[in-house]
């Protein structure tokens, strides 16, 4: 399991606008520095592509990389930690610029970067 993997992933229900159920999302979690942790950091994904229009979210295409059937947004505002055995199988993974992407949006998001 590298960063910019994408699995299936089952999440449990929340509260609020979180999302739940059976989706995929990208790790970002290393597990060369981690792996020894029970849980993974993930961003989840959506098919509902309208979430794009949100702060803290990337649009993704499908390509043969990163297995994806349809568009789908990462919902980079949505990162949570997933217990390991609710990672499922891998799908593929997303580019380097994707992951750079995520990245500047976590920043973003926690004020450690003013580019908008």
Known sequence: MRPGDIHWVELSPAGGHEQVG??????????????????VIVVPLTGATAASRFAGTLLLVPTAENGLRQESVALVFQVRALDRRDLGERLGAVGEAALAEIHSLLDRLMGRATKM
């Open 22 to 39: 059976r989706r995929p999302a990208i790790v970002l979690q290393d597990h060369a520095y981690a792996g020894a942790l029970p849980l």
